[in-house]
């Protein structure tokens, strides 16, 4: 993605950097891992950024292996003139762990960086990590400048490029409904269902007992925001709002699809039905047992005259769960 100079979108893009950020502008890949100081596995082509390690039991510690690229052109983007024979910048590597709160780094190459592909290598300790990590990689300054530009970084430290996250899955994400759900990235465009290519996500069905939410990561943008890490910034506020619209769609299917399941008696088809109604459902009725809002749900959907109301219920119970102006107002205050 470019950055635009200047502009309130700029200033939304780059977390309101008051200088040009290359963001996604250094090509940043992961190509292998070692487990245990094991033999180095290959990553493959279409991993979609992504790398699995959950069915990896009793491992210690994790080497992930990559190539960082600098270009010419990003050079000339992030430094001015007088510095780019020299530039005062660093590669770093960093990873960060949302669920733990532990966010740590490796030095790629030391300043004064080149246009060139760089190896790096950085390690996970298990102990350090839960469920998933996400991986990028940073040219930071490493010296003040002296130019008078404020189009430039100017201080010691100011990041100035990063690249697209790598995300490691260190726990089967199935922390979801009770352990029911799983959401994971794939390309659209190379998948073999018949989901338009462009669309952001879809429930998948073809597992009843545990539906997967598929997110298009052909939407390099979205993906980066849903898979940063962090709680402050824009990316973090981003993936909020994004979590948020898509969670709502999610919910109202779910429900629905539990609705048409429920029987006169309460019975559902499926466990994950039951957490729907547990986390939701009671949002919509007086009640609290699972057997009596599906009782509830079966008489709603037993007459289409029924549905609009039903509707009209479902969206007042998920806005009233998922809180969507909380996330929304934040982002307007931060970046509006």
Known sequence: MMAAENTKTERTRTEALPYVYARM??????????????????????????????????????????????????????????ERDEPPGKLIVTTDCLNTHN????????????????????????????????????????????????????????????????SIQIDEPDDWLGGHMVVRFKSFSDSVSSVPDDNLY??????????RVWVNSDHKPIESALSSGGYTGFRPRMREVISSQIAHQIWVELLMWTASDAT??????????????????????????????????????REPENIPQLMDDINEALQEYIDPQDSLNEMIRREG
């Open 202 to 211: 879809y429930l998948d069905r073809t597992n009843p007992e545990q539906p």
């Open 25 to 82: 502008g250094l090509d940043f890949d992961a190509t292998g891992y070692a487990v245990d100081d094991g033999n180095i596995g290959t990553i493959e082509d279409d991993a979609d950024r992504q790398l699995s390690l959950e069915n990896l039991p009793g491992w210690e510690t994790t080497t992930i292996q990559g190539t960082i690229e600098i270009t010419e052109d990003l050079i000339k983007r992030v430094f001015p003139e007088d």
């Open 264 to 301: 006169e008696d309460g019975d559902l088809e499926y466990d994950w039905q039951e957490a729907v109604l547990t986390e939701v459902g009671s949002k919509m009725y007086d009640e609290d047992a699972p057997i009596a809002i599906a009782q509830q749900l079966h008489e709603a959907v």
């Open 103 to 166: 966010r740590f780094g490796k030095e790629v190459v030391d300043a004064p960086v080149e246009a060139d592909e760089y190896q790096w290598e950085i390690d996970i300790n298990r102990d350090d990590v839960r469920e998933r990590v996400v991986l990028n990689a940073y040219l930071v300054r490493t010296a003040d400048g002296s130019h008078e530009s404020s189009r430039y970084a100017s201080y010691h430290g100011q990041r100035v490029a990063d690249g697209m996250p790598w």
